[in-house]
């Protein structure tokens, strides 16, 4: 891994991770294409850590209100109707399923799944899932009417983002629409819901490549990465939140359909090879560069 790879993958991270076409997706196949196979789950993960910094940033206001409506409810200080604190139980209630899924298909989610086959059927099958939804989702309900069965949908929704080409906000927001959510509840809730199950993978990942021998994890290319996601990510979220209150999907829609099907291609040519690796000189080869997930 390159000085310049580890730029062009955090500018990578911070500018699809929010959007839904998915950004574990887009590192996979940038990573291909830089000629450095595939740098793993591990470092997806903890770039991530980026991108749910600016998330916070973003919400600060609306995160601690509802954190601390949450405790002053436990405390009988607030009331357990009180939105906020409902809020609060749903998004733990939909942490759930991400976790107890990751861990229970953990080896394979950082190997078979993230094969580039899986990954180019998952963005054209998601894409056109988000398209139905968003043609035929009533776009009435407001996030205030969230109610637990409902936080445990996203919840499983956002479980699908563990395979590379789904999308976190994709799926979640899909499932939102489907629900009669209008856009801006179901983005809304998804970037809220990402924060636990998102901090804790990368928390999780980091430790991990601390205590793996040196050179397993390039921590000082990775921590770049991650810097740069956080500021890209930043203002992604700003102009994505705008974009969404007066315009569709389709835009995203036809990206991913289009972009699956250029993986297709490019794996049935031998260009690109699902496993790691290109057939190809690479970008890497000819700007001397290199990394990713």
């Known amino acids: 891994m390159g000085f310049f790879d580890a730029i062009l993958l955090g500018i990578l991270q911070g500018l699809t991770e929010f959007l839904p076409i998915s950004s574990s997706a887009h590192l996979r196949i940038a990573s291909e294409l830089l000629g450095i196979g595939d740098a793993g789950a591990a470092f997806t993960a903890i770039t991530q850590i980026g991108t749910e910094a600016a998330v916070i940033v973003f919400f600060w206001r609306d995160i601690v209100r509802i954190i601390g409506r949450w405790f ?77 069965k409902h936080g445990l949908v996203f919840g499983f929704a956002q479980s699908l983002a ?14 939102g629409l489907f629900m009669g959510y209008t856009r801006e509840a179901a983005t809304r809730y998804s970037f809220l819901l990402a924060i636990p199950a998102v901090l804790g993978s990368g928390f ?61 291609v490019l794996l049935s040519t031998g260009v690109l090879t699902a496993e790691g690796g290109t057939a190809v000189a690479s970008v890497a080869d000819v700007a001397t560069a290199g990394a990713i997930r």
Not at 162 to 175: F, H, K, Y
Not at 213 to 240: H, K, Q, R, S, Y
């Open 162 to 175: 563990l395979i590379p080409g789904v999308s976190r906000s994709g799926g979640t927001i899909t499932a």
């Open 204 to 264: 999780y990942q980091l430790l991990k490549a601390l205590r793996a021998p040196e050179g397993d994890t390039p921590m000082g290319l990775t921590a770049i990465a991650t810097a740069v996601a956080f500021v890209i990510a930043l203002v992604v979220i700003g102009v994505f939140m705008k974009y969404i209150s007066k315009r569709s999907f389709l835009p995203f829609v036809i990206y991913r359909v289009l972009l699956g099907i250029a993986i297709i």
């Open 72 to 148: 002053q409810s436990l405390t009988g200080k607030a009331a357990r109707t009180d939105p906020d604190a409902l809020m609060g139980c749903w998004i733990i209630i939909g942490t759930i399923p991400i976790v107890v899924l990751g861990l229970l298909f953990q080896d394979q989610i950082e190997t078979t799944l993230r094969s580039l086959w899986f990954t180019a059927i998952t963005l054209i099958v998601f894409g056109l899932l988000l398209g139905a939804a968003d043609w035929a989702g009533r776009k009435t309900r407001p996030l205030e009417k969230l109610t637990w």
